[in-house]
């Protein structure tokens, strides 16, 4: 069952794929393709280039452009010369770009015109850098950091790459998504990441070397690193990056293709197959070698993947996962038994146990538990904060923080975060269950419940809510439906109509930013 073969270190891989598939496309976006005997050659030129500018192994490295052929070659080059590949938010705001650079101690950045100006600003006052390079035109005023063309680098020779990372060195360094405090830096090493590959995306997605990946996933989250990145890599795969996801672009892709192929696999959060669902009013899809969607990031709720899986004909597999296990815990299979709103079994070879929050005693089947995790793809830990680390990482087992119920055949269902639980007199209430009561409304296109303080009962919930035509939904009536399918404690107190709810890039709730809303205006507005 474990592909042990996919285990092993990136110029390992690269070397391997050279010789035996040197011209099958590796990545491609609309600017550029590279291809797996290009790719072993780039990402040594890259590696020696930046060990020329004196990265010293243990070195980081902050990756700050848009989804782009670049950033799958730098995750791969950066490792390459001893060195650990940190990504940002591109889309991030620049105090939290400047809280990720400084907390890394990043020495290089790799950047593309679009953040050039931002990147020259953080330039400013932070000299210890040692260069910025840059994808696309290098200009401009000259700064108190070297700026370095990425193409120029890649046309000239370099020094050989160390090659010296062993595969329990940390590679890769990603940032929590912040939901709910400051965002912490998670250590990822080959071990862990190709472990994932080996024990999931090969054996259970089929991922192989004749696959077709269409992506629209933000490259500086770590189900893409993994799954998009190391796993199309490690497999020798290809794979079509898109720049953001539109739901036009993925539909013209699905049926088109380009020199890569035509996608047989397409993996997203549950708010793009969502808005897939939504836009595409006929229930036609033109994917004529799409054999399998995959979701993951955020959980997806039964009716999204039942109405998918109606509409489409292809199967859509949800997992659960988080950056500290370097992304995937459990996964449903494509074959055999499927529980519709489960994440799933737990990945073989991998061991899962929900735990009571306070006795720390296992719960039984059908009993909610935290969701400890045991097994190599876990975390060494978090960066420069020790006491972080030794909270969630007890007698080897780390603790997600994520609340679970498992049936009886051991199927997983998450039920919310032990810091998101809203206490309703005494009651528990679970976000994600009255989300998915709401979602059920065929008013009601996005949804996110958060709880607010309450003089006599401590906390009741409060649901913003997209409505799929804005500025018609029936408050009363959505809310009844909702009584008919929750306890009477659980329906909201009230809706608020929003035109987005505000999601990370890998589709989770940003709660905080709804309930700093309505500390700001009671109203929600």
Sequence with gaps: MLRTEYIATVPEILAGHARERPDRIAFVDDERAVTYGQLAGTTARLAGHLQELGLERGDRVLLYLDNRVEVAESYLAVPRAGA??????????LAEVAHILDDSGSRVVVTDAAHLEGVRRLMETRTRVLAVVVVGVVGGPAGTVPELGYADLLARPAADPRDCLGLDDTAWMLYTSGTTGRPKGVYLTQR??????????AP?????PDDVLLSALPLFHSYALVLCVLGVAAVGASERILPRFSVNEVQH???????EGVATIFPGVPTMFHYLLDRTSTGELSAPALRLCISAGAILPAAVNESFEKAFGVPLLDGYGITETSTMVTMNWPDGTRVMGSCGLPLPGLSVRLVHPSTLRDVLPGEEGEVWVQGPNVTPGYHNLP??????LVDGWYRTGDLARRDENGYLRISGRTKELIIRGGENIYPAEVEDALLASAAVRDVAVVGVPHEHLGETPVAFVVAHHAGELDHE?????????????KVPDRLIEVEQIPRTGSGKILRFQLQQRLMTDPTGG
């Design 192 to 201: 862990g990441c190709f472990w994932v590959v080996a024990s999931c995306w």
């Design 387 to 392: 006491e972080a680390s030794a909270a969630v």
């Design 253 to 259: 892709r699905l049926a088109a293709g380009g020199p």
């Design 204 to 208: 259970i997605a089929g991922l192989g």
């Design 477 to 489: 009536a959505v809310l009844a439906e909702a009584r008919g399918r929750l306890s009477s404690f």
């Design 84 to 93: 650990v590949a940190v990504c940002a938010n591109p889309q991030a705001a």
